[in-house]
């Protein structure tokens, strides 16, 4: 009999989240084997940290029921998504999984942010342990640039039928790759067509404002200077510019460390 392909869903928010929710149904629909291990609290802004959050001597790991998900192992953890990841490829929560699914991240993973993102970060760390990953996050940057009512619509579903429409490519993509999928919150019927751009990295992306205002108001013996305005660059055809124009947006994580450094060999000789 034919193994169905393990996936692990993670995310930054926590196991409560609805993003998570609606990423775990998603791999179900597939047909996949799922296993779901989140923190136990928000741990948005961790990257691919290998924080654990110890009671005594041990980390509280304890089994939860998802709505909806009867047949789904789920685990509340507490610790970061980047140790729940590499805990993940070591098979600490059953077979090593073919796929790790991080997110649906509520705010975006855009320019900087991504290398502070935990959503990003346990998929980059499943990645350089050679396990292909997907990072998605919800498009929110619209609500810092201009605040939202309270309750304002998190269109979960949407976001979660393009993360199916996707998966198969991503499932027989080559071992280790990430991949970053920026998704609009917008109904069904507004989504334009997924459209594949470059990550770009400069500028202080919006949702990192909320953290260093928070850092500011704690770090109240330092010297503090007017809040940054987002600076981020908004280049035509970039990831940032398609996903603001309604695009959900997918973009490959690299990192390579194999550029040769040419002055080094005149260093010391």
Same mark, same amino acid.
């Given at each position: 009999?034919?193994?169905?392909?393990?996936?692990?869903?993670?995310?930054?928010?926590?196991?409560?989240?609805?993003? %998570?929710?609606? @990423?775990? $149904?998603?791999?179900?629909?597939?047909?996949?084997?799922?296993?779901? =291990?989140?923190?136990?609290?928000?741990?948005?802004?961790? =990257?691919?940290?290998?924080?654990?959050?110890?009671?005594?001597?041990?980390?509280?790991?304890?089994?939860?029921? &998802?709505?909806? &998900?009867?047949?789904?192992?789920?685990?509340? #953890?507490?610790? $970061?998504?980047?140790?729940?990841?590499?805990?993940?490829?070591?098979?600490?929560?059953?077979?090593? !999984? /073919? %796929?790790?699914?991080?997110?649906?991240?509520?705010?975006?993973?855009?320019?900087?942010?991504?290398?502070?993102?935990?959503?990003?970060?346990?998929?980059?760390?499943?990645?350089?342990?050679?396990?292909?990953? &997907?990072?998605?996050?919800?498009?929110?940057?619209?609500?810092?640039?201009?605040? =939202?009512?309270?309750?304002?619509?998190? $269109?979960?579903?949407?976001?979660?039928?393009?993360?199916?429409?996707? @998966?198969?490519?991503?499932?027989?993509?080559?071992?280790?790759?990430?991949?970053?999928?920026? @998704?609009?919150?917008?109904?069904?019927?507004?989504?334009?067509? #997924?459209?594949?751009?470059?990550?770009?990295?400069?500028?202080?992306?919006? *949702?990192?404002?909320?953290?260093?205002?928070?850092? /500011?108001?704690?770090? /109240?013996? &330092? !010297? #503090?200077?007017?809040?940054?305005?987002? *600076?981020?660059?908004?280049?035509?055809?970039?990831?940032? =510019? $398609?996903?603001?124009?309604?695009?959900? *947006? %997918?973009?490959?994580?690299?990192?390579?460390?194999?550029?040769?450094?040419?002055?080094?060999?005149? #260093?010391?000789?």
């Amino acid at each position: 009999m034919r193994r169905r392909p393990h996936v692990l869903v993670t995310n930054d928010d926590g196991i409560d989240a609805p993003g %998570l929710l609606a @990423l775990a $149904h998603t791999a179900c629909d597939q047909g996949y084997d799922v296993t779901v =291990a989140a923190p136990h609290r928000q741990a948005s802004g961790s =990257a691919g940290g290998l924080t654990m959050f110890l009671v005594g001597e041990r980390i509280e790991v304890s089994h939860r029921r &998802l709505p909806g &998900l009867p047949g789904v192992e789920a685990y509340s #953890v507490a610790a $970061h998504p980047g140790m729940i990841a590499l805990a993940a490829v070591l098979g600490r929560f059953g077979p090593v !999984p /073919d %796929l790790v699914l991080s997110g649906i991240n509520e705010g975006s993973n855009l320019g900087a942010a991504v290398l502070h993102s935990g959503t990003a970060g346990a998929a980059m760390v499943a990645g350089a342990h050679g396990v292909t990953a &997907l990072a998605a996050s919800l498009h929110l940057d619209f609500e810092i640039e201009e605040p =939202a009512p309270a309750g304002a619509a998190r $269109h979960w579903d949407t976001a979660a039928a393009v993360v199916g429409a996707i @998966l198969p490519n991503i499932m027989s993509a080559d071992a280790g790759s990430v991949f970053n999928l920026k @998704l609009p919150n917008l109904p069904g019927e507004q989504v334009r067509p #997924v459209v594949a751009a470059a990550w770009t990295l400069a500028g202080t992306a919006p *949702t990192l404002l909320p953290f260093i205002a928070d850092f /500011d108001r704690r770090a /109240d013996t &330092l !010297p #503090v200077a007017d809040l940054l305005e987002p *600076t981020i660059d908004i280049v035509e055809g970039s990831d940032i =510019a $398609h996903v603001r124009e309604g695009h959900p *947006t %997918l973009s490959l994580l690299r990192w390579n460390g194999d550029t040769a450094i040419e002055w080094v060999d005149s #260093v010391l000789t």
